[in-house]
Protein backbone atom coordinates (compact mmCIF):
# COMPACT_ATOMS: atom_id res chain seq x y z
CA UNK A 1 0.00 0.00 0.00
CA UNK A 2 1.53 3.00 -0.87
CA UNK A 3 1.53 6.24 1.38
CA UNK A 4 -0.51 8.43 2.17
CA UNK A 5 -0.08 12.26 0.96
CA UNK A 6 -1.11 14.34 3.70
CA UNK A 7 -2.83 17.06 2.18
CA UNK A 8 -1.75 21.26 3.16
CA UNK A 9 -2.97 23.03 5.80
CA UNK A 10 -2.49 27.15 5.95
CA UNK A 11 -0.31 26.45 8.26
CA UNK A 12 1.92 24.89 5.08
CA UNK A 13 2.04 27.89 3.58
CA UNK A 14 2.18 30.79 6.09
CA UNK A 15 -1.60 31.91 5.64
CA UNK A 16 -1.91 31.49 9.29
CA UNK A 17 1.08 33.86 10.24
CA UNK A 18 -0.66 36.59 8.40
CA UNK A 19 -3.48 35.82 9.54
CA UNK A 20 -3.24 35.86 13.16
CA UNK A 21 -2.84 40.05 13.46
CA UNK A 22 -6.24 40.32 12.12
CA UNK A 23 -7.38 37.39 14.50
CA UNK A 24 -5.72 39.28 17.21
CA UNK A 25 -7.69 42.32 16.58
CA UNK A 26 -10.85 41.39 15.72
CA UNK A 27 -11.04 39.42 18.92
CA UNK A 28 -9.87 42.44 21.07
CA UNK A 29 -12.70 44.47 19.27
CA UNK A 30 -15.33 42.39 19.88
CA UNK A 31 -14.35 41.84 23.95
CA UNK A 32 -13.56 45.71 23.97
CA UNK A 33 -17.13 46.47 26.39
CA UNK A 34 -17.43 50.31 26.74
CA UNK A 35 -16.20 51.73 29.72
CA UNK A 36 -19.50 52.93 32.41
CA UNK A 37 -17.72 55.88 32.77
CA UNK A 38 -20.14 58.93 33.05
CA UNK A 39 -17.34 60.21 30.33
CA UNK A 40 -18.57 57.28 28.10
CA UNK A 41 -21.85 57.86 28.58
CA UNK A 42 -21.75 55.05 31.18
CA UNK A 43 -24.41 52.27 31.20
CA UNK A 44 -25.96 53.84 27.74
CA UNK A 45 -23.15 53.55 26.11
CA UNK A 46 -22.72 50.03 27.11
CA UNK A 47 -26.59 48.98 26.47
CA UNK A 48 -25.69 50.12 23.07
CA UNK A 49 -22.66 47.84 22.31
CA UNK A 50 -24.78 44.91 23.61
CA UNK A 51 -27.18 45.80 21.13
CA UNK A 52 -24.80 45.55 18.31
CA UNK A 53 -23.60 42.70 19.85
CA UNK A 54 -27.06 40.78 20.09
CA UNK A 55 -27.94 41.48 16.09
CA UNK A 56 -24.40 40.18 14.95
CA UNK A 57 -25.08 36.89 17.17
CA UNK A 58 -28.44 36.19 15.18
CA UNK A 59 -27.02 37.08 11.78
CA UNK A 60 -23.93 34.82 12.57
CA UNK A 61 -25.74 32.19 13.92
CA UNK A 62 -28.23 32.29 11.04
CA UNK A 63 -25.57 31.54 9.07
CA UNK A 64 -24.61 29.17 10.73
CA UNK A 65 -27.90 27.13 10.25
CA UNK A 66 -27.21 27.69 6.46
CA UNK A 67 -24.21 25.37 6.67
CA UNK A 68 -25.98 23.00 8.85
CA UNK A 69 -23.43 23.57 11.82
CA UNK A 70 -26.22 23.25 14.02
CA UNK A 71 -24.23 22.53 17.46
CA UNK A 72 -21.80 25.87 16.55
CA UNK A 73 -25.05 27.71 15.86
CA UNK A 74 -27.04 26.88 19.62
CA UNK A 75 -24.03 28.74 21.90
CA UNK A 76 -25.25 32.21 20.11
CA UNK A 77 -28.99 31.79 20.65
CA UNK A 78 -28.01 31.26 23.98
CA UNK A 79 -26.36 34.17 24.23
CA UNK A 80 -28.97 36.33 22.87
CA UNK A 81 -31.32 35.09 25.41
CA UNK A 82 -29.00 36.37 28.16
CA UNK A 83 -27.55 39.43 26.65
CA UNK A 84 -31.39 40.72 25.59
CA UNK A 85 -31.75 40.91 29.36
CA UNK A 86 -28.29 41.86 30.59
CA UNK A 87 -29.14 44.55 27.86
CA UNK A 88 -32.29 45.32 29.65
CA UNK A 89 -30.69 46.12 33.00
CA UNK A 90 -28.33 48.63 31.70
CA UNK A 91 -30.87 50.52 29.39
CA UNK A 92 -32.93 50.69 32.66
CA UNK A 93 -29.44 52.06 34.42
CA UNK A 94 -28.24 49.02 35.83
CA UNK A 95 -24.44 47.74 35.28
CA UNK A 96 -25.19 44.08 34.89
CA UNK A 97 -21.50 43.50 35.57
CA UNK A 98 -21.39 45.63 38.87
CA UNK A 99 -24.62 45.63 41.04
CA UNK A 100 -24.43 46.79 44.05
CA UNK A 101 -25.32 44.85 47.08
CA UNK A 102 -27.02 47.07 49.19
CA UNK A 103 -29.86 47.91 46.38
CA UNK A 104 -33.45 46.78 47.51
CA UNK A 105 -34.20 45.48 43.84
CA UNK A 106 -30.66 43.52 43.91
CA UNK A 107 -32.13 42.02 47.29
CA UNK A 108 -35.44 41.20 46.21
CA UNK A 109 -33.83 39.16 43.36
CA UNK A 110 -31.76 37.35 45.48
CA UNK A 111 -34.41 36.60 48.15
CA UNK A 112 -36.42 35.22 45.05
CA UNK A 113 -33.03 33.33 43.52
CA UNK A 114 -32.75 31.58 46.93
CA UNK A 115 -36.43 30.29 47.39
CA UNK A 116 -36.94 28.89 44.43
CA UNK A 117 -33.21 27.22 44.62
CA UNK A 118 -31.79 28.81 41.31
CA UNK A 119 -29.01 30.04 40.13
CA UNK A 120 -27.88 33.53 41.74
CA UNK A 121 -26.08 35.94 41.19
CA UNK A 122 -21.85 36.01 40.48
CA UNK A 123 -20.10 37.76 43.60
CA UNK A 124 -17.11 39.83 42.05
CA UNK A 125 -14.99 39.86 45.25
CA UNK A 126 -12.23 42.35 43.75
CA UNK A 127 -15.18 45.40 43.24
CA UNK A 128 -17.16 44.25 45.53
CA UNK A 129 -20.66 43.88 44.00
CA UNK A 130 -22.76 40.96 41.89
CA UNK A 131 -22.33 39.88 38.37
CA UNK A 132 -25.88 39.26 36.60
CA UNK A 133 -25.85 36.21 34.32
CA UNK A 134 -29.07 35.18 32.54
CA UNK A 135 -31.25 33.71 35.40
CA UNK A 136 -30.50 35.94 38.37
CA UNK A 137 -30.94 38.64 35.68
CA UNK A 138 -34.56 37.67 34.40
CA UNK A 139 -34.90 37.61 37.74
CA UNK A 140 -33.51 41.05 38.68
CA UNK A 141 -35.84 42.81 35.86
CA UNK A 142 -38.69 41.05 37.30
CA UNK A 143 -38.00 42.99 40.20
CA UNK A 144 -37.77 45.92 38.53
CA UNK A 145 -41.26 45.62 36.77
CA UNK A 146 -41.97 45.67 33.19
CA UNK A 147 -42.97 42.40 30.82
CA UNK A 148 -39.08 41.71 29.86
CA UNK A 149 -38.24 39.73 32.76
CA UNK A 150 -41.61 37.50 32.49
CA UNK A 151 -41.09 37.39 28.38
CA UNK A 152 -37.18 36.18 29.03
CA UNK A 153 -38.56 33.53 31.65
CA UNK A 154 -41.08 32.07 28.71
CA UNK A 155 -38.70 32.11 25.87
CA UNK A 156 -36.43 29.93 28.53
CA UNK A 157 -38.57 27.28 29.36
CA UNK A 158 -40.70 26.86 25.85
CA UNK A 159 -39.35 25.37 22.91
CA UNK A 160 -37.33 21.56 22.44
CA UNK A 161 -33.80 23.50 23.03
CA UNK A 162 -33.97 25.30 26.22
CA UNK A 163 -31.11 26.83 27.67
CA UNK A 164 -30.53 24.04 30.25
CA UNK A 165 -29.26 22.01 27.63
CA UNK A 166 -26.42 24.18 26.48
CA UNK A 167 -24.65 23.24 29.22
CA UNK A 168 -24.62 19.42 27.53
CA UNK A 169 -23.49 20.65 24.14
CA UNK A 170 -20.15 19.42 22.91
CA UNK A 171 -19.26 22.18 22.76
CA UNK A 172 -19.58 23.58 26.54
CA UNK A 173 -19.33 20.19 28.75
CA UNK A 174 -21.41 17.66 27.14
CA UNK A 175 -20.62 14.32 25.01
CA UNK A 176 -22.57 14.46 22.49
CA UNK A 177 -24.45 16.99 20.48
CA UNK A 178 -27.37 19.05 21.88
CA UNK A 179 -28.70 20.18 18.29
CA UNK A 180 -30.21 16.52 16.83
CA UNK A 181 -32.66 18.81 14.61
CA UNK A 182 -32.29 21.47 11.85
CA UNK A 183 -35.72 22.09 12.43
CA UNK A 184 -35.81 22.39 15.87
CA UNK A 185 -32.41 24.89 15.43
CA UNK A 186 -33.95 26.64 13.37
CA UNK A 187 -37.67 27.32 15.43
CA UNK A 188 -34.90 28.42 18.81
CA UNK A 189 -33.43 31.36 16.29
CA UNK A 190 -36.83 32.14 15.28
CA UNK A 191 -37.71 32.68 18.51
CA UNK A 192 -34.69 34.59 19.34
CA UNK A 193 -34.98 37.04 16.42
CA UNK A 194 -38.58 37.78 17.52
CA UNK A 195 -37.48 38.48 21.21
CA UNK A 196 -34.52 40.58 20.12
CA UNK A 197 -36.61 42.50 17.63
CA UNK A 198 -39.10 42.88 20.64
CA UNK A 199 -36.75 44.54 23.00
CA UNK A 200 -34.80 46.13 20.40
CA UNK A 201 -38.33 48.32 19.15
CA UNK A 202 -37.30 51.06 16.64
CA UNK A 203 -33.65 50.39 16.86
CA UNK A 204 -33.88 46.89 15.27
CA UNK A 205 -34.56 48.96 11.22
CA UNK A 206 -31.48 50.77 12.66
CA UNK A 207 -29.25 47.91 13.85
CA UNK A 208 -30.29 45.11 11.62
CA UNK A 209 -28.72 46.45 8.10
CA UNK A 210 -24.77 47.13 10.30
CA UNK A 211 -25.37 43.55 11.47
CA UNK A 212 -25.52 42.67 7.44
CA UNK A 213 -22.04 43.98 7.18
CA UNK A 214 -20.16 42.99 10.17
CA UNK A 215 -17.27 40.75 10.44
CA UNK A 216 -18.36 36.97 11.08
CA UNK A 217 -17.66 37.44 15.33
CA UNK A 218 -17.55 33.43 15.71
CA UNK A 219 -14.89 32.57 13.13
CA UNK A 220 -12.08 33.56 15.34
Known sequence: MGQRTRRPTPYDSGVMEELVPAITARVNELAAQPPTTAESGGVAARAEH????????????RQRLREAHLEDALPRAYR???????????????DA????????HVQRALNLLEQ?????????????????????????LTCLGGPMGKRLSQE???GALPPRLRNR??????????ATSRTDAE????????????????????????????E???AV
Open 50 to 61: LRKLGVALLVNG
Open 80 to 94: ILELVGQMRLFERGY
Open 97 to 104: ARLPPDDE
Open 116 to 140: KKKESFFWDETNSCYLAPRMPATYL
Open 156 to 158: ADK
Open 169 to 178: SILIHGFQAS
Open 187 to 214: KLFHGMGDLLAEALGDDWTRLEPIAQSL
Open 216 to 218: DPG
